[in-house]
């Protein structure tokens, strides 16, 4: 922080740490939020791709593995359409979105708190300019006819000063909150798209009995391996 900077602050009145310290928080909860959701962010279609593939080559359980060794919230729903493949069509929908109703909170957590902060900066900055302007009328008052426009300036200096910073720093919480929240949206469109795509996939194109021979097949091959 160079010497412009802390003259700002200082300058600004004791309502820039504040604003300094809600910029820190909201830095902080932007960074965490975003590496968490890239980390969920997957290629839906050629995942599901995947997917399809080992149910046609009857391997259920290694499909199941894809599924919890993929990251993210979309591998979370095709586990629990998987599990359920035998089901009636409702059943496997119902717990399909019982999966996604699971992970939305996780992809929205702390977000909510990103917009509150967006919005109490602004009023910190005004807070400040209130303040400012009060400074400085009361110097006038107490340096009555020996007032001059120095005076008068510092406080005004102060309080247009907190009112910046509020405003910068509301802006580019606000346009953080907004690229969180679009993907956020996208992760929630791609467990829509790929729950729905696979839930197609097993009343329409998969036979039944392929499944259940797979799931058969793995589990005696397990049984001989342990024996």
Known sequence: MNLLELSLIENGGLLMWPIMAVSLISFIIVLERALFLHRGQIRPVEFIAGIKNLLEKRRLIEALTVCEDTPGPVGAVVKAGLLNYDQTESRIRGVMQSAALVEIPDLE?????????ARICPLLGLLGTVIGLMKAF???QAEGAYAHMGILAGGLGEALISTAAGLSVAIVVHLAH???NGRVRALVH??????NDLLQYLLRELPEEEVEEGADHEAGVGQRSVG
């Open 109 to 117: 957590r702390r977000i909510g708190t990103l917009a509150a902060l």
């Open 138 to 140: 009361f110097n006038l």
């Open 178 to 180: 907004h690229f969180l």
């Open 190 to 195: 791609d467990m829509e798209w790929v729950g």
